[in-house]
């Protein structure tokens, strides 16, 4: 699919995920961040791209209000791993370049 229309909408699905997790529908909000979900990992190819620590944070939250807290650990966890590994490498060439 075109790059363009999955950027867009899964920045809509993220975006009218959030209004519903604002309103309490919680398990709407989890379909709307799982579509987007789904839609960023077609358009990056990325399991760790930083783009997705967002959704995995959301959706972690709404499995939360839902009571399923094992899932919303694992989405805590992989949105905090994308955060802390893409950390880690702007630290590196940051340290890389200092050393140049």
Do not use: W
Not at 54 to 63: A, D, L, N, Q, T
């Amino acid at each position: 699919k075109d790059k363009r229309y999955l950027r867009e909408m899964s920045k809509s699905k993220l975006e009218k995920g959030l209004k519903c997790f604002h309103r309490k529908k919680y398990a709407l909000a989890r379909s709307k961040f799982r579509a987007s979900l789904k839609m960023y990992l077609l358009l990056y190819g990325d399991m760790h791209h930083l783009s997705i620590s967002p959704v995995h944070e959301m959706i972690g939250r709404v499995e939360g209000e839902l009571g399923q807290f094992e899932k919303s650990k694992l989405h805590l966890l992989a949105a905090l791993e994308i955060c802390e590994t893409a950390l880690e490498k702007l630290e590196n060439e940051a340290e890389e370049g200092a050393e140049e």
